[in-house]
């Protein structure tokens, strides 16, 4: 069964087509970035039109890419929610109205779904039931994975998702966007421990996260003093630091509570070097083993809509082809789905 994979929650676009017996055929994302730098932001009504621009291009260089044509597509899978609004309706009208045209089912998927089940498209995935810790930009959540479709959320983020205070602090430090990334790199340059910043909420005995605080902290730091280059990345580095060492002893913590070794991690913060070393690490000391998604399929992608769909359908859950209607959920909590 071969599944298109649409994916247009925020700012990149992603088409994928998924073979249930050959894998992943082919993949294609653009990003928005460059378009949205200027604004040192996403706008919504910007990457509404560009994704409509996007789809189709990306649509038929996926199919070249795996040498299928439109009416090989059994099903087609696209992001629901959660998201900005426009941009998951010009994905979501797309894929209703090509399913319609080829006579096909068009099946609405969860994006943190999405990425929760991606690591499943390693060569060695790990096997059910797991720890997942899913870090992007919207979103900081653990959740025990008991199957496909079977999701129990352990804790979230208070406020800010670890990759919003990653975004948060690059601006108070006067990084371009996307901050995160520019923090990241930033930090390799310096030396943590310089500046003492807080590890919030990592001995609250539970497993939320809190990280408006740590930003507040940089922002105190920074206003303190007219900070130098070196000030700037001992900073960074201190900065990730306390979030890294956050993210990893509350997934230890839930992978003991639950008795469970496997950890998947999930979301584009997933691909930070340092939270990938404290990760293994920590795991490794309980004698467990952390799985991550390929590195070109932490941000957002169709690869992970078109295998979440198809694990859908394998279930069973296969809408009536050519219905047509349709409605995306911006806010949309992963636990309500079933």
């Known amino acids: 069964m071969k599944v298109l994979g649409i994916e247009s929650s925020c700012d990149e ?162 990084l371009g966007y996307p901050g995160g990334p520019a923090l990241a790199k930033l930090a390799e340059a310096g030396t943590p421990g310089r500046y003492k910043l807080p590890r919030p909420m990592i001995n609250s005995g539970d497993l939320s996260f809190s990280f408006s605080g740590l930003k507040t902290a940089v922002l105190t730091v920074a206003r303190a003093r007219e900070l130098t280059d070196a000030d700037k990345a001992d900073l960074a580095a201190e900065f990730q630091e306390a979030v890294t060492e956050v993210l990893a002893a509350k997934a230890v913590a839930a992978c003991r509570q639950h008795r469970l070794l496997a950890l998947v991690v999930a979301g584009g913060v997933g691909a930070n070097r340092r939270l990938r070393q404290r990760l293994d690490q920590a795991v490794a000391k309980i004698g467990g083993r952390v799985f991550y998604p390929r590195l070109e399929l932490c941000t957002d992608n169709g690869a992970m809509i078109a295998f979440a769909g198809s694990q859908r359908l394998l279930q069973g859950k296969v809408p009536a082809p050519g219905g047509g209607a349709f409605a995306v959920r911006p806010r949309w909590p992963l636990d309500q789905l079933s």
């Open 13 to 174: 676009t992603g088409v994928a087509l998924y073979d249930t017996e050959r894998g992943l055929l082919g993949h294609a994302v653009h990003t928005q970035v460059a378009m949205h730098e200027a604004y040192g932001g996403v706008v919504p009504e910007l990457a509404s039109r560009d994704h409509i621009r996007r789809l189709i291009p990306l649509l038929e260089r996926v199919l070249a890419e795996a040498g299928c044509t439109r009416r090989e597509i059994d099903a087609i899978a696209y992001t629901a929610g959660p998201g900005l609004a426009g941009a998951l309706l010009v994905g979501a009208s797309f894929a209703e109205a090509l399913a319609m045209a080829l006579g096909i089912p068009a099946l609405p998927v969860h994006h943190l779904e999405g990425h929760l089940l991606s690591p499943l498209l390693a060569d060695d995935p790990p096997a059910f039931p797991f720890i997942a810790l899913l870090v992007s930009g919207g979103h900081t959540q653990l959740m025990r994975v008991a199957r496909v479709g079977d999701y129990e959320l352990l804790g979230e983020s208070l406020d800010d998702a670890a990759g919003e205070a990653f975004d948060k602090t690059a601006k108070l430090l006067g």
